[in-house]
């Protein structure tokens, strides 16, 4: 696998284990339409005086990138990464889809993990205390009500603070903000 696969990989996996460790049902799609992930929201119900857990309707779309810390730069807090402008667009499109009056699409939200430049630093296995670490850190973006479609011709700069980490609240968060 090249360099860029393994980083995809690690990407989906870092993400899927924090949205499972929070109680959030995670769904590759097989066909990929700029969207790498879906999460939703699993709900208890009580059947005939019995537990169960369902698939609740809400969700919420992930794009996914991955990089090491050479690949963005870091200033005063906050991390500048350079997306692709289709993946941008992307982004855009579906936010003004949501925001529309006809209730549109599910959220798409970008999540950037940026691995350490050390590629054996990626993944770590301790198999004498059962302890498997993923190293990097995992940020979000959401496009804010001023921005617009970008004409750049092969990149857009994003702008990400750097404390808008993917953490084991962040898939609360973002359904409460964006889902309802």
């Known amino acids: 696998m090249t360099e860029e696969q393994i980083k995809a990989h690690l990407s989906e996996h870092f993400v899927g284990a924090i949205a499972g460790g929070a ?36 969700m919420i779309a992930l794009q996914l990138k991955s990089t090491t810390w050479k690949g963005v730069e870091r200033r005063n807090g906050l991390i500048y990464y350079d997306l692709s402008v289709k993946n941008y667009n992307d982004l855009i499109f579906r936010k003004r889809e949501m925001e529309g009056t006809n209730g549109g699409n599910i959220p798409l939200i970008l999540v950037l993990l ?37 004409s750049n011709r092969s990149t857009k700069r994003i702008i990400i603070p750097q404390d808008q980490t993917v953490d084991l609240n962040f898939f609360e968060e973002m359904f409460n903000l964006l889902v309802g």
């Open 23 to 58: 109680g959030f049902k995670v769904i590759k799609p097989f066909e990929d339409h700029g969207v790498d992930l879906l999460v939703k929201r699993v709900k208890q119900v009580i059947f005939e005086g019995r537990i169960r857990w369902i698939d609740s309707s809400e």
């Open 114 to 150: 940026i691995l350490p430049e050390k590629r054996e630093e990626w993944l770590k296995i301790d198999a004498e205390k059962s302890f498997l670490q993923m190293g990097g850190t995992a940020l979000w973006f959401y496009p804010s009500q001023v921005e617009l479609y970008s």
